[in-house]
């Protein structure tokens, strides 16, 4: 049973700031994954939380206990490192076993408990085996079996399935969900891949240069993103955006006009708002012939993908939006088109904070 807290986090490397103030809680037994490009923090945010770095400011509580000065071994954290750092000169058993000869505990207790972890993430017939006779998958579970067999009461992981094949991440990430939730052990899973951030976890934490932007399940940061930053950051294709600006009932997005969405009709009004950055996602709109009111533009490309094709879509010549459309559509290079987004779906945010405009005051 472990909660966390982190309080007003900072930590700098001489005259960097790599966490800037971080407050976050993290649930008892939830799955929460810290989301950010590369060199935004999240690897030191997760190595703070484990004791490895000493925060510059701030505390960091597990079940309301201030853990701050905590050493790692005294903390009970399972960590699994990006690049899995096995013992290549120990058999997978010894690997595994590792944490508990640290502790010290009985030979009866070790072969128990290695044989346990191995079962569960079926590895248990390779325990013979030196790492470098594994696959990479398996060299991956032996890693996490290393972080497990301790029992711990917080598992963090760092970018845990980035050296795996495509396939085999899909696999893991089924699986490694469900172990989670069958060990109720509360984890922190750091990624740059959005995919996986939305595929695995309870609730996602996007960081961006050492900053939590925001915090909410996969739902709410998908469909309702701070920022143009999180909204660009999440789906693939990511949310387009179109510079428009606003003119009385109606946004003009170049040549187009649309009337502005209903949603946004009382705030730009109190806001006087006259600049938006106008976002749909691809999967989001329609793509019409003929007289509608949407966003003119011309077919750029369009690249089938089995069950439904990516059309990019330039509109006033160099601003390019892709819009998904049924497989079996037909379309050619140049065409005229109107792009119709869902209204409900338009996301506008203010042009100068890139702030979601549903998000002020
Ligand atoms: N030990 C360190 N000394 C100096 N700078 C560091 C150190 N560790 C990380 N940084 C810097 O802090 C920033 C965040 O790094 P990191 O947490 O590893 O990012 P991420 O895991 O999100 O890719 C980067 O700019 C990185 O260069
Ligand atoms: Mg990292």
Redesign the pocket.
Known sequence: MVGITLEEITKK?GN?T?LDKINLKIEDKEFMALL?P???????LLYTIAGIYKPSSGKIYFNGKDVTETPPKDRNVGLVFQNWALYPHMRVFKNIAFPLELKKSSRNEIEKKVREVAKMLHIDHLLDRYPWQLSGGQQQRVAIARALVKEPDVLLLDEPLSNLDALLRLEVRAELKRLQKELGITTIY?THDQAEALAMADRIAIIREGKILQVGDPDEVYYKPMYKFVAGFLGSPPMNFIHAEVEGGNIRIYQSKISVPKQYREIIKRLEITEVLFGFRPHDAEIIRGEREGIKGEVYSFEPLGREQIVTIAVNGDVFVKVFAPEGEHFSFGEKVTIVPNEERIILFDKKTEKALEYFP
């Open positions: 490397f960097f790599a950010g590369s060199g935004s923090g999240k690897s030191t750091v």
